[in-house]
């Protein structure tokens, strides 16, 4: 997580439903709900430029200020519209910023990998994320993965990724694969090997069609 913690203002909704959250949006609002720690949840509404700016950088904890009252809350997840495009709705949890939670740590590749010099090298990225457990005020925005070392044949394992801090913990598999360089012409050799018997065999098909065509000759 950034250094300072981002501030959302909110005003309370009082009714819910499709009808009005429509006419919230319309209105250059992003309806809301936020629960938790034993409290009723509440309905809210986001000014939906603010919100969905801190969105994009990736901004997932904040100080959310609600009639004056400040708490600390966690984006917890984003509703879509049925075409998948635009944010129609958010869940925040209140939360405490020593507690811990499970979260995703999107993973960000940084270098240039030797192995990809080889003819036919590509590079393959199984997970793009990483699940942890940490506090929330050590939530990272992001984990880099320095790849220049990789080689053709070599990979990057869950477990061998170095945390930002010693009191996050892994809930990958450790031994999961998160990137490695494979070579796409050996697979193409394949294929193209399977091609050639397949015409090899299709002389013999069309002489025999010419042996019954000569017999239907005869």
């Not at 009808?19 to 609002?29: E, T």
């Amino acid at each position: 997580m950034s250094d300072g913690t981002p501030t959302l203002t909110a005003e309370t909704r009082e009714r819910t439903g499709s009808r009005y959250s429509k006419r919230l949006r319309d209105a250059g609002k992003l309806p809301a709900i936020v629960y938790g720690h034993g409290e009723t949840p509440v309905a809210i509404a986001l000014d939906h430029k603010e919100a969905l700016s801190h969105f994009a950088k990736g901004e997932k904890v904040f100080s959310l200020s609600v009639g004056g009252k400040a708490q600390n809350v966690l984006l917890k997840d984003l509703g879509y519209d049925y075409l998948g495009n635009n944010i129609v709705h958010a869940d925040f949890a209140r939360v405490d910023l020593d507690e811990r939670v499970d979260v995703r740590a999107h993973l960000h590749f940084v270098g240039n990998a030797k192995g990809l010099k080889k003819a036919g090298a590509i590079l393959m990225k199984p997970i793009t994320e990483l699940e942890l457990n940490c506090t929330v005020a050590n939530l990272p925005d992001e984990i880099e993965v320095d790849i220049s070392d990789l080689d053709v044949g070599d990979a990057i394992h869950a477990g061998e990724i170095k945390l930002p801090k010693s009191t996050m913990k892994l809930l990958n598999e450790p031994d999961a694969v998160v990137v490695q360089i494979v070579v796409q012409a050996e697979e193409e050799a394949e294929g193209e090997g399977a091609e050639v018997s397949d015409d090899a065999a299709q002389p013999a098909v069309i002489g025999e069609k010419k042996d019954d065509e000569d017999k239907d000759g005869e």
